[in-house]
């Protein structure tokens, strides 16, 4: 899975001294409160918990399970909510109401002003507050890795739109661009700005083909507004029912790879078995569904319990597996005749175990290499299984495959609006809790596509 | 290349004691000579050299080069001949015939004395000199691994036909049936006989299907004759002026697998770029031929200067490149537009350099593992270069693709009849001489498909 961005060089950030961004607040800060209701919910280290989107019909039929997974209500409350904290806590809290009274860190009481800030400047149109790459991360990104800056609002010019960010997308393809790997991408250099996809209103426009306040597709990158060619821009289009950020998931550019990936890689027939190699993230959780709607036999494979339950029974996988040293007896199981497809997007240790009990006339599709996005060695397949498996092994680049855009499009929407295919989404708000989002993203803690709501 | 040959267990051998096949050389080695003339030329630790068989036509056309390659007249006359013994004599022999009346070692009077055993045991029929497995080998293969023994002739039965073995043939794949590592194939552990295809005349039949004095291809293992269902063997044709051997190699296994990599696999275009891994291997020297003919740019990777030749002189390739450090920019020259189509047939080192320079679209047919079948590390390719290439990757094995066999051997037998198409063979007489053979192909420096006449 790897998208280009636009390749528009980022407008250099200014980094906001401590300083000034205090004098702000005093000055601006609390004689505003956010147009949106409920925002003001996300801070205070208690944000929103991820919410898991289902599609409109399938949850509310009647016998189904309820919308959030059993596991979730398992979930301890001392844990901390997903978007809270880069780090959970260590300690159990008291229970109720006292938590939220106990002395708060300076980081927290600094995120939170940062929040602040971030809200007022985007409503008051001063600075476009924006998220930098502070250094380039060494292994799996943390927070600590990037700032938030203000950029200089920009004008628009002839032919040119603002676009205000409402949901921005995370995807693993930006990891590697940081630092300068991916493929195709201008590297992101410290001071760079983050590149990003995001589902955003159109609050200015200066060409005729874009009317203001319609909702919008953008390449804007980490940041709160952006003003973009209006040719770059794609109106949003999602069925009645399905939430506008399904642009960025199922319906988007992991919505595409997953597609093009099932069309043209995996081509499961009905009775096949197709593995997904992170069968509850943004790719796999269609791929998943596509292969189990194709009559195919669908295994995910996944990090946790609580994955591997929603991967049974929210996206309807026959069986979900647990990554690490049990894998391959849990396979082995899963997979009696062997496996016919297999859509990888992990690490190296589930690559090498899956190569192993391909099925002759295998087909496999390498779409991401997480461990390697983070650093790691380089991912390396074992020639003599492809050989043994008579394998295809196919390097999924979604930008090849936008010839089946139209054809992904009326597909997926249709079956989101039906309900046969749900999506699970992983949300935060704030851009100040970006960073700490694309951490959990890129250490495989999340649960589905990851957004960030601004 | 993983050819599956019958599955009949091997008959026990009976290991030959030194005492027993003296005494048989004494009672009636003197009395008997070769039916065939010249064949006692292979004897005396001057056996032929390897004979590189051109298609008529093509050689003799005038402006060409000689049939033998420039290199093989450089050699240096003190250089062991290909077939003469397992390692090349260490120090420079006086020049002209006193070379043939120095001492001769304990070494080479036993092989040449087991020679003339085993043609006498063919004549008389009283046994079967056959090739069995000593040990198991370690790395590759050494000619002390084998063992020469006598096997007791077998009865004839109905249905069944006597196999007067004419020209063995040697293949990689053989290497990983000795300790058992072959795909499918029966593992052959010590004493047991080495499997192996071979051409051969039909000397007795209980068989109406099959006539006695009729050419055949079957699976005969290493040893002079072999008694086998009348099922199992194939009529040779050839077109006229090419050899039977040419069954074997270009209108045989090595043949079909080139074929089928380069139709179903690698499938150039016009002007694409297609690298061969062993450029003048029994498989490459066709897959090469065939990638040129559909008028793609065809480089061969090969280990030598004398190969290096032979390619681009009488194979046609564009370009041959060495293998080894400086692989990597004589490939960048090569192939400045990056490489289109792949077919590996050697080693990690290769497979590295080549995936790092494979242009958008490639396809690759990963064919053989020649490193691999000698113990070494598993081969892996990098993900990451499978994904950057959108690349697409098969494994071969060539018992997929029967169904393309009669395409095969029409459109080949019309291109080595037309001198299109031209063989390069290895050669050398004697089956005592086929360990040394084996391990010179193991070994990589054979030059053309391996063959043994008896």
Redesign the interface.
């Known amino acids: 899975m ?1 998208p280009r961005p636009a390749r528009r060089p980022p407008p250099t950030p200014r980094p906001r001294s401590p300083g000034r961004g205090r004098a702000r607040r005093r000055r601006r800060g609390r004689a505003h409160r956010s147009r949106r209701p409920g925002a003001r919910r996300g801070r205070g280290g208690s944000p929103r918990r991820a919410r898991h989107t289902p599609a409109a019909g399938r949850s509310a039929a009647p016998g189904r399970r309820p919308t959030r997974p059993a596991s979730a209500a398992r979930r301890p409350h001392h844990r901390a909510p997903r978007c809270a904290r880069p780090r959970p806590c260590r300690t159990p809290r008291p229970a109720g109401r006292r938590a939220r009274r106990g002395p708060r860190s300076r980081r927290v009481v600094r995120r939170d002003a940062a929040r602040i800030y971030h809200r007022i400047m985007t409503v008051v149109g001063a600075a476009v507050p924006s998220i930098a790459l502070a250094r380039v991360p060494d292994g799996a990104p943390r927070p600590e890795d990037f700032v938030l800056v203000d950029l200089p609002r920009e004008e628009v010019a002839d032919g040119q739109v603002r676009v205000r960010v409402l949901t921005l997308s995370l995807d693993p393809y930006q990891r590697s661009t940081l630092g300068g790997r991916h ?1 195709g991408d201008a590297p992101v250099g410290p001071g760079g700005l983050v590149p990003g996809r995001a589902v955003g209103e159109v609050v200015e426009s200066r060409s005729p083909e874009v009317a203001v306040g319609s909702t919008v597709l953008a390449e804007t990158g980490w940041r709160a507004e952006a003003v973009v060619p209006a040719t770059a821009v794609v109106p949003v289009v999602v069925p009645p029912g399905v939430p506008l950020s399904a642009a960025l998931g199922a319906l988007g550019m992991p919505g595409l790879t997953a597609y093009a990936a099932h069309e043209r890689h995996l081509r499961p027939q009905a009775g096949a078995t197709v593995v997904v190699g992170a069968g509850t993230g943004g790719v796999g959780a269609v791929a998943g569904q596509l292969a189990r709607l194709a009559g195919a036999r669908a295994v995910a494979v996944v990090g946790s319990e609580e994955k591997a339950a929603i991967a049974t029974d929210r996206l309807g996988y026959d069986e979900a597996v647990l990554r690490g040293p049990g894998l391959d007896g849990a396979l082995a199981e899963a997979c009696p005749d062997g496996i016919d497809g297999y859509l ?1 997007l992990g690490d190296q240790a589930t ?1 090498d175990v899956v190569m192993e009990r391909l099925a002759v006339g295998a087909r496999v599709s ?1 779409c991401g ?1 997480m461990d ?1 996005y983070n650093g790691a060695a ?7 299984a ?12 979604v930008h ?1 495959h936008h010839d089946l855009a139209l054809d992904h499009a009326t597909r997926v929407a249709a079956l989101l609006a039906s309900g046969e295919l749900v999506t699970v989404e992983d949300r935060c708000t704030g851009l100040a809790d970006a960073p700490a989002a694309f951490a959990r993203l890129m250490s495989g803690t999340n649960v589905g596509k990851v957004l960030v709501d601004l």
Chains 1, 2 share one sequence.
């Open positions: 790897s493929l990888h690559l390498l290499l390697q380089p991912t390396r397949l074992r020639a003599g492809v050989m043994a498996a008579r394998a295809e092994v196919h390097g999924m680049v090849d």
